[in-house]
């Protein structure tokens, strides 16, 4: 059984803060600075000396983020951020004069603006369409789907209101869909909402690409991302980036053939992100430590017990309280939202303001006690 004060004691944010805010930009953790800590004595007394060793380092951590999401090795790539990612998939799908591709209308504009960007292309951004709550029906999207219909991406978790997506169901629409018109429809998943604060199986669905940066529940530095890419369509994704790094023999730097990767490694063009991508690993082995089902555990009973008691106080839940919608994202209202955001960051409760709504984000290093003092201070 992990000790929540153990747990604490990794993440020094909790002497100065009441940090719900992980669904924005999560705080690092002791282990991300002693990893980082090696990374600079390393290059501060030695510079490019003995670089193999953090050529192996990144290879070992992509093996523990296929693990993290039970992938293998050659479908995990590493990228600069979410929107990099989904902008390498967009980019590099040879699309058609006429297709579309579907987007819920509440998304983040990372899982907007690249497929709005195809729109040069002639390809069309279709909308589904939330309800009057910001939830979403999988009915509406078997509606929407057409026979030029290339592509569906989603978020797992929305990130204004948390609504936690049926992963299982949209895949099974997008599979009969693809049979129905004969033809392959690409699954798009944005994981950077809850990716690290729920358990995530990427052999329970039938999805072809999954993106997050780690800076929120993956508890990394910014700009410390990945990208998976199924297997079964690695060929059908050009990289539109290319590089050094791009080919099978990288290290032969004077001989030129462009012979390109067959794993998802070709979409890391050049130069890797060493000090995030050790950051990444920090969080894999923290994660390891404590076993996701603790920390899945934690992050639903904290945002369960927050709309019990936003309830009980006669604040609006914005979220969805169905379980199967659940999330660690829990988005509310006030009389008051503007006096009452301002009241609580002053008060060194950290959160976030989305549209009409406060919402807060609590990971498995937050506590009871710390939303009972959130609600202390808007009573």
Not at 21 to 48: I, Q, R, W
Not at 301 to 311: G, P, V
């Amino acid at each position: 059984m992990n000790n929540i004060e153990d747990v604490r004691k990794n993440f020094p944010v909790t002497k100065n803060l009441i940090y719900l805010d992980n669904a924005a930009v999560a705080p690092v953790h002791n282990l991300t600075k002693k990893y980082m800590d090696e990374y600079m004595e390393h290059f501060l007394n030695f510079g490019l000396k003995d670089y193999a060793k953090w050529a192996d380092f990144t290879e070992a951590t992509r093996e523990k983020l296929a693990q993290f999401i039970n992938a293998k090795p050659n479908e995990i790539a590493f990228v600069k951020n979410t929107s990099a990612g989904l902008s390498i998939i967009a980019n590099g799908i040879d699309f058609k004069h006429g297709e579309n591709v579907i987007i819920p209308d509440i998304e983040f504009p990372s899982n907007v603006y690249p497929w709005l960007n195809l729109e040069r292309k002639g390809v069309k951004t279709k909308f589904w369409k939330s309800d009057e709550k910001g939830f979403l029906d999988c009915k509406k999207l078997e509606e929407l789907i057409d026979c030029n219909t290339r592509l569906v991406s989603i978020s797992w978790i929305e990130f204004v209101n948390g609504f936690k997506n049926d992963l299982k169901a949209i895949s099974q629409i997008i599979k009969n869909k693809s049979n129905e018109f004969g033809k392959k429809i690409y699954f798009c998943v944005d994981a950077i909402q809850d990716l690290g604060a729920l358990k995530f199986d990427i052999n329970d669905y039938d999805i072809d690409f999954v993106v997050a940066d780690g800076h929120k529940w993956l508890l990394t530095l910014e700009g410390a991302g990945f990208m998976y890419c199924s297997e079964k369509v690695l060929d059908g994704v050009h990289p539109v980036s290319v590089g050094w790094k791009t080919v099978k023999d990288a290290l032969n730097f004077t001989k030129i053939d462009f012979d390109i990767r067959q794993g998802a490694d070709k979409f890391e063009e050049g130069s890797m992100n060493i000090a995030g991508i050790t950051s990444m690993e920090a969080s894999m082995d923290l994660f390891s430590q404590y076993g996701m089902d603790f920390v899945e555990e934690r992050v639903l009973e904290l945002s369960d017990y927050a709309i019990s008691l936003f309830e009980e106080k006669g604040f609006n839940i914005a979220s969805c309280k169905d379980t199967k919608h659940r999330s660690g994202i829990v988005s509310f209202t006030t009389p008051d939202i503007e006096k009452d955001f301002l009241k609580l960051m002053s008060s060194n409760v950290q959160l976030s303001k989305r549209g009409p709504n406060l919402r807060i984000s609590p990971h498995f290093y937050n506590t009871k006690e710390e939303i009972n003092r959130l609600v202390e201070l808007l009573s």
